[in-house]
C-alpha cells in the first residue's frame, strides 16, 4: 500500500472519519504544509482506454457546518496516466454522510490503467465555504472585466460568435 499518512501539523479543524474497512487508511498528507489529504481506492480498477468508472474510498465524514471537501485529481497520475476526476472538484457537501466515492476518468487513448486496492487515487481538499443569500437586483456593479467570459483576455478563438463550441470527443 503505497500511502504515507502523517499527522497535519497545525491541523485546524477536526473531521470525523468512520472507515467502511477498517485495514484502509483515513484520508492523509504526505508532507506538512499540503492542501489536499490523499484518498484510496477500495477496490481493484482496471481502467481501459477512455474508460470510466466511479470507485468507493472507504471513507465517510463528517463535516463541521460551514466546510466542505473537495476531490481534486492528484497531478502525478494526471501527468504519468492521464487519470483526472471527471466531475474535478467533486464536492462533498457537510451534511454528506455517505460513502465518498471519486468518478475517475482514463484520459489515455492507448494505455489501460490498473489501480489495486489502497493506491491513492485523489486528494481531498477541506475547506470553509460561504453560504451565499441571492438577492435580486436591476442591475450590476461596474466591473473591470464587465461581461468578458471565458477566453476574453486572449488565446481563444471568438469565431464561434457565442454559439456553444463541441469538442471532439476523446473515443
Ligand atoms: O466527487 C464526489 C462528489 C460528490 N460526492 C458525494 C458527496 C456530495 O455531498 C454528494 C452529492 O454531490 P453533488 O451535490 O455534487 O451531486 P449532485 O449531482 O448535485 O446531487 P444532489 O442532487 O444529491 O446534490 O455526493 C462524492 O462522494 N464524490
Known amino acids: 500500500m503505497d500511502h504515507a499518512a502523517a499527522t497535519p ?3 485546524t479543524v477536526d473531521v ?6 477498517p485495514d484502509l487508511p ?3 498528507y504526505a508532507h506538512p504544509g499540503d492542501a489536499g489529504a490523499d484518498l484510496c481506492t477500495r477496490v ?3 481502467l481501459a482506454p477512455g474508460g470510466r468508472v466511479t470507485v468507493p474510498t472507504g471513507v465517510r465524514i463528517a463535516l463541521p457546518d460551514g466546510y466542505a471537501a473537495f476531490v481534486h485529481p492528484r497531478s502525478g497520475l494526471a501527468r504519468r496516466h492521464g487519470l483526472t476526476v471527471v466531475n474535478a472538484p467533486g ?3 457537510a451534511g454528506y454522510r455517505g460513502e465518498i466515492e471519486v468518478t475517475l476518468l482514463n484520459t489515455d487513448r ?3 490503467l490498473v489501480l489495486r486496492r489502497g493506491d491513492r ?3 481531498l481538499v477541506v475547506q470553509k465555504v460561504e453560504r451565499a443569500r441571492f438577492v435580486r ?3 450590476l456593479p461596474g466591473s473591470h472585466r464587465g461581461e468578458g467570459g471565458f477566453g476574453s483576455s486572449g488565446g481563444w478563438d471568438p469565431g464561434a460568435g457565442g454559439r456553444a463550441i463541441v469538442h471532439e470527443n476523446i473515443r
Open 9 to 11: 501539523t497545525g491541523a
Open 16 to 21: 470525523l472519519v468512520v472507515q467502511v474497512e
Open 26 to 28: 483515513v484520508p492523509g
Open 44 to 46: 481493484d480498477v482496471d
Open 91 to 93: 464536492t462533498v457537501d
Open 110 to 112: 492507448d494505455e489501460a
Open 121 to 123: 487515487i485523489a486528494q
Open 137 to 139: 437586483a436591476e442591475r
